[in-house]
C-alpha cells in the first residue's frame, strides 16, 4: 500500500510539472506505469494574486486551507504544495492543517545540505526571494544563500508572471536567468535554487551556470518516497 498524495496548487505550469513528475517517476519505484493515488485541488491564481499583490498573507492562506481540507475529505494522506510563494501563508494554518503538510523549503535545505553546497544563488518571485521561507529552511541546515539585486529581482518576477506561468518559454528568459545566475556564481554561490516551481521549464542541468536545485522535482521526489515508504 502507498499513501495518497494530496497536491494543493497554485499556478498551473508548476502544479503540472509536479504532478506529470509524480506520475512517471512512480514507475521506478513500483513498476511500469504505477504511481501511487494522486488527487489536486488548485483555486485560480488569479484568486491568490488579489491576496498577495495587497500583502494580505492570511487570505492566501485561507485559500490554502481550503484545498488542504477537500483533499483530505477524498482521502488524501499527508500535502504537498508545488509553489514557492505561497508557502509565505503557511504560518498562519500551520495548526489547522487537516494532514501533515511536507515543506518544499525544507526539502530542498535538506538536498542542498547532502550535496555539500555551502552558498545558494535563491531565484523565485520577488515575494519569495524577499521572503523568509528560504532563509529560514536554510539556516536550519547551515548553508547560506545570496538573494539577487533589486532591479534582478523585478525582472525574474516579471518573466515569472508575464511568461511562464502562461507557458511562455522565450531564449531571452533564458539569456536573463544565465546572467544572474554567473553573476551570483562570482559571488560564491556553488548551486541555484530554482525557488519558483516554473523556473524548470526554462532552467536545467544543460543550460545552468550553476548546479540547479530544481524545488518542482525535489519536492515531487519526496512526495513520491513518502508515499511509497510509509
Not at 494522486?38 to 492562506?61: E, N, P
Not at 552558498?119 to 541546515?141: F, I, M, N, Q
Not at 508572471?161 to 536567468?177: C, R
Request: proline share 6%; with cysteine.
Amino acid at each position: 500500500m502507498t499513501q495518497h498524495i494530496g497536491i494543493v496548487a497554485c499556478s498551473a505550469e508548476g502544479a503540472a510539472l509536479c504532478y506529470r513528475t509524480i506520475c512517471i517517476e512512480g514507475a521506478t519505484l513500483l513498476g511500469p506505469h504505477d504511481h501511487p493515488e494522486v488527487s489536486m485541488h488548485t483555486h485560480s491564481l488569479g484568486k491568490y494574486m488579489k491576496y498577495i499583490d495587497r500583502d494580505d498573507w492570511r487570505g492566501a492562506a485561507q485559500l490554502m486551507l481550503d484545498s488542504a481540507e477537500r483533499l483530505a475529505s477524498i482521502g488524501a494522506d499527508f500535502l504537498i504544495c508545488p509553489d514557492n510563494t505561497i508557502h509565505q501563508a503557511l504560518p498562519f494554518i500551520n495548526d489547522r492543517l487537516p494532514r501533515p503538510w511536507l515543506h518544499i523549503a525544507e526539502v530542498v535545505a535538506g538536498e542542498a545540505k547532502e550535496r555539500g553546497f555551502r552558498r545558494l544563488a535563491l531565484t523565485g518571485t520577488r515575494y519569495l526571494v524577499e521572503s523568509d521561507v528560504y532563509p529560514k529552511a536554510l539556516e536550519a541546515h547551515g548553508v547560506d544563500f545570496i538573494r539577487p539585486e533589486a532591479a534582478e529581482r523585478e525582472e525574474i518576477n516579471r518573466i515569472i508572471f508575464d511568461e511562464l506561468v502562461y507557458g511562455l518559454f522565450k531564449p531571452e528568459a533564458v539569456g536573463y536567468f544565465q546572467r544572474v545566475i554567473t553573476r551570483l556564481k562570482n559571488e560564491g554561490c556553488d548551486a541555484v535554487i530554482l525557488g519558483c516551481t516554473e523556473i524548470p521549464l526554462i532552467m536545467n542541468d544543460a543550460n545552468s551556470p550553476l548546479p540547479p536545485l530544481d524545488s518542482t522535482r525535489l519536492l515531487a521526489r519526496a512526495a513520491l518516497k513518502r508515499a511509497v515508504e510509509a
